[in-house]
Nanobody
Framework: QVQLVESGGGLVQAGGSLRLSCAAS????????MGWFRQAPGKEREFVAA????????FYADSVKGRFSISRENRKNTVYLQMNSLKPEDTAVYYC??????????????WGQGTQVTVSS
């Protein structure tokens, strides 16, 4: 089992950047595929990005390709989401997720509590 804690959210102007972090508990972090999802007010939660257990494969939603970058440091049990060129439509609660089997996190087993990202126009 793994527990996930997100940090790094906040308020930023359009065009700005933020880096989200997700710290995971447990010795087996390196076995998990990791990812980020987001949920805007009144909308369903949606996939943002994922990275496989080794860091060798990454996946992105079309809406964030070229602007967001996911990475991980297995020694620190941490996964990151670097968000550049932020837009007001990126405003959402961002959730970290983990799955031991599926690289694209189609149905993650574990979720963090979320961190709010607000982009002002």
């Amino acid at each position: 089992q793994v527990q996930l804690v997100e940090s790094g959210g906040g308020l930023v102007q359009a065009g700005g950047s933020l880096r989200l972090s997700c710290a995971a508990s447990g010795r087996t972090f390196g076995w998990y595929n990791m990812g980020w999802f987001r949920q805007a007010p009144g909308k369903e939660r949606e996939f943002v990005a994922a990275i496989n257990w080794s860091g060798g494969r990454t996946f992105y939603a079309d809406s964030v390709k070229g602007r967001f970058s996911i990475s991980r440091e297995n020694r620190k049990n941490t996964v990151y989401l670097q968000m550049n060129s932020l837009k007001p439509e990126d405003t959402a609660v961002y959730y970290c997720a983990a799955d031991p089997h599926n690289e694209e996190l189609s149905d993650p087993n574990y979720w963090g509590q979320g961190t709010q990202v607000t982009v002002s126009s």
